[in-house]
């Protein structure tokens, strides 16, 4: 099972509005990311987790707080988002072995502020 | 350096033909090179991907190409297909880093 499950598929929230978009791997997978893709571009790094612990922050607004549950658990917590922050919001994992390893993305949620 | 230049942006071929992507790097540290494939509204897949101790990988229809020395790398998709219609990413990455750098993409049309 290489899946990847993210909730919800779409979302349309307000700017004062708080949600949280789930990310779900049952792959046995150590590490965890979150992208942001913006339409005809490619995914754009915001967060790594490694072994539940964040290793990467790529200097993202602090209105996106990440957050890792458990080792199969990844949620992104959004809070007073911006119009810009509408994008395709992508987790993905991988096993995080000696090697750069393979990154399992899953669909997506579609994310609109407005 | 740390870039991925991916070519062409766009791509058009026919039903039967042969699509051509290319990607080259400038970081002579990257050991591990992937290829998405991404339909609209869905995430990218992993398609193939190779590393710098083979020249050449072969899964099905798709190819990967790789020439260490010109630090370049090929995707090519045999007796393409309408389904393939997409946008394909490549990507690079190097040992120990989590960190993938992508191209920015090329959206493929293989018309019927």
């Known amino acids: 099972d290489t899946e990847v499950t993210q909730t919800p598929k779409h979302l349309v929230m307000g700017m004062t509005n708080k949600k949280s978009l789930k990310c779900e791997q049952h792959?046995?997978?150590?590490?965890m990311y979150w992208y942001k893709q913006k339409a005809k571009k490619p995914p754009e790094l915001m967060f790594v987790?490694?072994?539940?612990?964040?290793?990467i922050n790529e200097s993202v607004p602090s209105r996106f707080s990440p957050e890792c549950p458990n080792s199969s658990l990844l949620n992104l917590h959004l809070h007073a988002l911006q119009p810009e922050d509408s994008a395709l919001y992508l987790c993905?994992?991988?096993?995080?072995?000696?090697?750069?390893?393979?990154?399992?993305f899953g669909p997506g949620t579609r994310l609109t502020v407005l | 350096q740390q870039q991925v230049k991916q070519s062409p942006q766009s791509l058009i071929v026919q039903k039967g033909g042969i699509s051509i992507i290319n990607c080259a790097y400038e970081?002579?540290?990257?050991?591990?090179f992937p290829w998405y494939q991404q339909f609209p509204g869905k995430g990218p897949a992993l398609l193939i991907a190779?590393?710098?101790?083979?020249s050449e990988k072969k899964e099905g229809r798709f190819t990967i190409s790789f020439n260490k020395s010109a630090k370049q790398f090929s995707l090519h998709i045999m007796d393409s297909q309408p389904g393939d219609s997409a946008t394909y990413f490549c990507?690079?990455?190097?040992?120990?880093?989590?960190?993938?750098?992508f191209g920015k993409g090329t959206k493929l049309t293989v018309n019927p």
């Open positions: 993905a994992s991988s096993l995080k072995d000696k090697y750069t390893d393979t990154q399992y």
């Open positions: 792959m046995g997978h150590r590490a």
């Open positions: 987790y490694s072994y539940e612990k964040l290793s």
């Open positions: 970081n002579t540290a990257f050991d591990y």
């Open positions: 190779i590393r710098p101790d083979v």
């Open positions: 990507a690079a990455g190097s040992g120990g880093s989590e960190k993938l750098v």
